[in-house]
C-alpha cells in the first residue's frame, strides 16, 4: 500500500489528512493554515477512509457506491415512496372476496378500481412488500448502512484510541476554536497546566498530559451514537427481512367446522374445533335501554372451544399423522391460543350453515318399502355408501355453490355449500337396476317419469364453523431488540457532545483550541470560563467553516 511520509518523519497511510503522530495538515503548509485556507476536517481527524483512497477493483467501485450518504438516502427515499404507494389500493391479501386465479385477481382490480386499478396490478403494486424488488431496495439499505457504518467507524476508532497531544502548533491554530498568546516573562507554565487540570476536572472533562501538552475530554461515547444507531437499524432490516421467511414467519387463515380436526398450516399441530359458539347480551346487561329494533341482539363473545394436537409422525414420509394432546382451552377475541410460540386467533365465524343432507330411501317396487336412511356430507361427501342390505348410493357428481355456467352447463360459484346440488346413483345390487337424480333447490330431478325409488328429505345438520388466524412471529424479539438500541443510539447522539479543549505550553507561547461535534456556542462559553480563569490576555476566535467560506468567495 503507497505510504505518505510526513516532515516529522512519520508514515502515514495513503488518504490520511493529518498525520497521525504530529497533526501536521499534509495536503497544506503551515503558512496556508496562517492565511486560514481550509483546515482538514475534524470528524475523523483526518484518518484515512477507504472509500476515498481506493477506486481500483470492482469491489472498490461496489464499497465507495454503498458507503455515500447520498446514494443510501436516494435508496430511503425510493424506499419510502413505493411504501406508500403500496397503501394506495388495497395489498392483494387484504382483498375481501377470494381471487383463486390471475385473470380473477386482475379482474377484480380493474372492475373496483378502474384503469388506475388495472395499471396498478399490472405493476405488481398489489403484492408491494413481498415482491423482489421491494426486498431488494431492503437489502440495499441494508448493505448501505454497514458499509458507511464500517468505512468511518474504523477510522473513527483510530482517531479517538489514542489521544492528540503534543501536535505540531498548526494543528491547533487550524481549529475551529482557538487562541494563543505570549507567555509573560517569570510566569510558572507548572502552575498554569494544573490550574488547567484543576478546571478540567471539575467542569467533569476526561484529562490527559503529555509533557507541557494538555488535553481534557468529555462525552466521547457521543461520538458512537450514529454508530450504535445503524446497528439498530441493521439489527431491525435483518428481522423484517427474515419475517419473509417461512420457519421464522406464519401468518394464515383456517376454517374448522365444529368436530373437524384439521393442519395447522406450516407446523406440525392439528387443531380440533370442539364448538363454538357466539354470546350475546341481554337486556339485563344494559346499564341503560338502547333504541334496539325488533329482534336485534349484540354480540358479547365469541368463542372457539378447542384442542390442539401435536404430530409425532411429522416429517416422516407415508406415516399415518399420530396426533398426541398438548393443549385445551377457548379461543376469544384478543385472547389467542399460545403454544411454543404459536398464536390463534378467533376471527371470523360462520354460523347456521349447511352441514349435511339426510334422505330416506324407498322402494316403489315394494309398496314404498323404506330401505334405509343416508347421510351426504356436503364437505366431504362419500362417493359410495350402502343404504339397507343391497342397495348402494353413489355421489355421481357435486357443486357446493350450484348454478348454471355460460355455457349452460352446472358450475359452482364457492367452494361453501350455499346452494347443494347432488348427482346421485341408486343401484339394487342384486338385480343391477340402477336409477339416477339430481338433488338441488330442495326438490329432485329425475331421469325417468315413474322411477322406482323415491328419496325423502329430512331436516339437514346445521354446523358452524370458526375462523382461526395462525401467527407465529419468532423475529418480534429481534425487531424490538434492534429498535431499542436504535433509541440508545439516538440518545446518545442527541443529548451529549464530544467536547475536547487543548492547552498546548511552548517555550514562550501558549495555545488554545478546542473541538466538538455540535453546539459550538456551548463549547465557547466553557473556553470562555477557561480563559478566564488563566488571567492571561487570550482572544477566543471562532471561525465559520472555512470550506463554506471558500466556496462563497
Not at 377484480?108 to 378502474?114: A, D, H, I, K, P
Not at 458512537?224 to 394464515?252: A, C, K, M, S, T
Not at 370442539?274 to 347480551?281: F, I, N, P, R
Not at 322411477?451 to 354446523?463: A, G, Q, S, T, Y
Amino acid at each position: 500500500m503507497d505510504q505518505r511520509k510526513c516532515e516529522c518523519g512519520h508514515t502515514n497511510p495513503v488518504g490520511t489528512l493529518l498525520c497521525e503522530s504530529c497533526g501536521i495538515p499534509l495536503l497544506q503548509s503551515v503558512k496556508e493554515i496562517d492565511e486560514k485556507k481550509a483546515f482538514p476536517d475534524m470528524r475523523y481527524e483526518g484518518t484515512a477512509r477507504r472509500s476515498q483512497t481506493y477506486s481500483t477493483t470492482v469491489v472498490d467501485k461496489v464499497w465507495n457506491f454503498f458507503s455515500s450518504v447520498k446514494i443510501a438516502i436516494i435508496i430511503i427515499i425510493i424506499t419510502l415512496v413505493m411504501a406508500g404507494i403500496g397503501t394506495i389500493l388495497p395489498q392483494l391479501e387484504y382483498v375481501p372476496v377470494p381471487l383463486l386465479d390471475e385473470p380473477s385477481k386482475a379482474l377484480f382490480y380493474e372492475q373496483t378500481y378502474g384503469f388506475f386499478g388495472k395499471v396498478y396490478y399490472a405493476l405488481g403494486f398489489h403484492e408491494m412488500y413481498g415482491s423482489w424488488w421491494f426486498v431488494t431496495l431492503l437489502v440495499m439499505i441494508g448493505i448501505s448502512l454497514v458499509i458507511c457504518s464500517l468505512d468511518r467507524v474504523i477510522p473513527l476508532y483510530k482517531a479517538l484510541n489514542k489521544p492528540r497531544l503534543n501536535q505540531h502548533v498548526s494543528f491547533y491554530k487550524g481549529q475551529k476554536l482557538h487562541a494563543d498568546t505570549v507567555l509573560p516573562e517569570g510566569l510558572s507554565v507548572e502552575e498554569k497546566l494544573e490550574q488547567v487540570q484543576s478546571w478540567y476536572k471539575k467542569k467533569g472533562y476526561r484529562v490527559y498530559r503529555e509533557g507541557n501538552s494538555l488535553l481534557g475530554e468529555k462525552a466521547r461515547f457521543s461520538r458512537w451514537g450514529p454508530y450504535v444507531n445503524h446497528i439498530g437499524l441493521i439489527i431491525f432490516l435483518l428481522g423484517v427481512l427474515l419475517r419473509g421467511v417461512p420457519q421464522f414467519f406464519l401468518e394464515d387463515t383456517i376454517w374448522v367446522r365444529e368436530g373437524q380436526t384439521v393442519k395447522v398450516p406450516g407446523t406440525e399441530f392439528y387443531i380440533e374445533n370442539l364448538d363454538y359458539k357466539t354470546e350475546y347480551y341481554t337486556k339485563d346487561e344494559f346499564a341503560e335501554d338502547l333504541p334496539l329494533q325488533e329482534g336485534q341482539v349484540i354480540p358479547k363473545n365469541y368463542q372457539t372451544d378447542a384442542v390442539l394436537y401435536k404430530n409425532e409422525n411429522e416429517g416422516l414420509a407415508g406415516a399415518k399423522p399420530k396426533l398426541v394432546e398438548v393443549k385445551r382451552g377457548s379461543i376469544t377475541v384478543n385472547h389467542p391460543m399460545t403454544y411454543e410460540g404459536i398464536l390463534l386467533y378467533q376471527l371470523d365465524r360462520r354460523e347456521q350453515m349447511l352441514g349435511a343432507l339426510n334422505f330416506d330411501l324407498y322402494d316403489a317396487k315394494e309398496k314404498e318399502k323404506r330401505i334405509g336412511s343416508f347421510k351426504i356430507d356436503l364437505y366431504e361427501p362419500k362417493k359410495e355408501q350402502k343404504v339397507g342390505n343391497h342397495y348402494v348410493v353413489r355421489v355421481m357428481d357435486y357443486f357446493p355453490d350450484f348454478e348454471l355456467g355460460k355455457d349452460g352447463l352446472p358450475t359452482t360459484k364457492t367452494t361453501l355449500p350455499n346452494n347443494p346440488m347432488v348427482a346421485l346413483e341408486i343401484i339394487d345390487s342384486k338385480t343391477n337396476e340402477s336409477e339416477r337424480l339430481a338433488y338441488v333447490a330442495g326438490g329432485f330431478i329425475e331421469n325417468t317419469k315413474s322411477p322406482r325409488f323415491i328419496l325423502e328429505v329430512h331436516k339437514p345438520d346445521i354446523i358452524d364453523s370458526s375462523g382461526l388466524l395462525v401467527r407465529k412471529d419468532t423475529m418480534i424479539p429481534l425487531i424490538y431488540c434492534g429498535a431499542f438500541i436504535t433509541m440508545i443510539g439516538l440518545v446518545m447522539g442527541f443529548y451529549w457532545q464530544h467536547r475536547r479543549i487543548w492547552v498546548h505550553v511552548t517555550d514562550h507561547e501558549l495555545y488554545l483550541a478546542g473541538h466538538t461535534n455540535k453546539n459550538w456556542f456551548g463549547l465557547q462559553q466553557e473556553a470562555k470560563n477557561l480563559v478566564k480563569q488563566l488571567e492571561l490576555p487570550l482572544e477566543l476566535i471562532l471561525e465559520q467553516d472555512k470550506q463554506k467560506s471558500k466556496k462563497k468567495a
